[in-house]
């Protein structure tokens, strides 16, 4: 009744009947994986999708030099690599637990046998793909059309959206976040530092408020440099 109850909770399974949530619980596998740890790495074959019921995780890509690239981070409710279910193909990034995760596995076959039975899943596996397709556009947007400032406009911006405060909370090291943004540390500690000196935000440990929101939303577009 446990899982049933957290499948539940789970976003991409709204609507579903419980009796539907049952016959998911039945296939799922049930993974804890502590922070740090590997779920998938880049090459391993996509054999099903997962579902992070808590903790965090980072989806990335390394370059031939071991530079790492952050392309996506899911938190609880989230699924990830769900590519898989349709193609079947290898995954194309790395897949690590950033804390300590609890992670529901769904098995491809098992789950296609459900999809067939219950149109309701497909429609919202499409709908999560969308809004997934969505960020990458706008993440690889960002990264080849904005500097770094923009970038970090951008992410700050989201942030509020998604946090309804003015003032928002870095839920990520600034490794990771340089990461996300394409860029290092230094350099993000450096942009931040000018972002206050203007006005724009004011930094108070890993809470940073916007103060300049036109400002800010300038930065984003491109229509102001810092």
């Known amino acids: ?19 539907q949530l049952q016959a998911l619980a039945r296939i799922v596998g049930d993974r804890v ?6 779920i998938f790495s ?12 808590s903790g965090r995780v980072k989806i990335y890509k390394l370059s031939a030099e071991g530079k790492e690239q952050i392309l996506h981070l899911f938190g609880p409710g989230e699924p990830f690599a769900e ?32 999809i067939q ?14 809004l997934r397709l969505k960020a990458f556009a706008r993440l690889i947007e960002s990264l080849s059309l ?6 970090l406009a951008v992410h700050l911006l989201l942030l509020a959206e998604e ?13 990771h976040l340089a990461s996300l943004l394409g860029t290092i540390p230094e350099t993000l500690s450096r942009i931040l530092a000018r972002m ?21 939303e300038l930065l984003a577009s491109g229509e102001e440099r810092l």
Not at 117 to 130: I, T
Request: hydrophobic residues 50%; glycine residues 12%.
């Open 196 to 216: 206050s000196k203007a006005g724009l935000i004011a930094c108070r440990g890993s809470n940073v408020t916007i103060l300049d929101r036109d400002a800010l």
């Open 146 to 151: 904005k500097e770094v400032p923009g970038r």
């Open 42 to 53: 880049e090459g391993d074959e996509g054999v099903g999708f997962f579902v992070v019921i």
């Open 117 to 130: 039975q219950n149109p309701a899943l497909a429609m919202n596996m499409l709908a999560a793909l969308s």
């Open 83 to 114: 590519a898989a279910v349709f193609a079947g193909a290898r995954f194309p990034a790395h897949a690590l637990a950033l804390t300590a995760s609890r992670i529901f596995y769904f098995p491809r076959a098992a789950f296609l046998g459900l």
């Open 1 to 19: 009744m446990e899982i049933v109850e957290a499948l539940g909770r789970v976003p991409l399974f709204a609507g579903l009947e419980p009796g």
């Open 33 to 38: 994986y502590g922070r740090g740890e590997t």
């Open 163 to 175: 946090q309804g405060e003015e003032e928002v909370r870095l839920d990520l090291t600034k490794t």
